[in-house]
Nanobody, 115 residues
Framework: QVRLVESGGGLVQPGGSLRLSCAASRIIFNNYVMSWYRQAPETQRELVAVAGSGGYTNYADSVKGRFTISRDNAKNTVYLQMNSLKPEDTAVYYC?????????WGQGTQVTVSS
């Protein structure tokens, strides 16, 4: 069974940093496009960052210059480094793996930015 397990969420003050991790199992990780999404209460889930297997990355305008997505194919893990966090970054963050007609989600990790 495919599993995506996120970790690293928590409570942080505005201006602080967090690093999210997503460990994947039972997929050929190198083949998959790995993404981070987030969903705040009463809003739609939105794409935050994407990392292709060949080094391609892309970001939502709201996080450009603050967030960095990276992947370690040897560890089957994708990361999201989040700096200069703002209250509006508060959401549940989800890891996504997509390839070949498959689309998998993690269970989500809560990020709360508040003083």
């Amino acid at each position: 069974q495919v599993r995506l397990v996120e970790s690293g969420g928590g409570l942080v003050q505005p201006g602080g940093s967090l690093r999210l991790s997503c460990a994947a199992s039972r997929i050929i990780f190198n083949n998959y496009v790995m993404s981070w999404y987030r969903q705040a209460p009463e809003t739609q889930r939105e794409l935050v960052a994407v990392a292709g297997s060949g080094g391609y990355t892309n970001y939502a305008d709201s996080v450009k210059g603050r967030f960095t997505i990276s992947r370690d194919n040897a560890k089957n893990t994708v990361y999201l480094q989040m700096n200069s966090l703002k209250p509006e970054d508060t959401a549940v963050y989800y890891c996504n793996a997509r390839c070949c007609g498959n689309n998998y989600w993690g269970q989500g990790t809560q990020v709360t930015v508040s003083s």
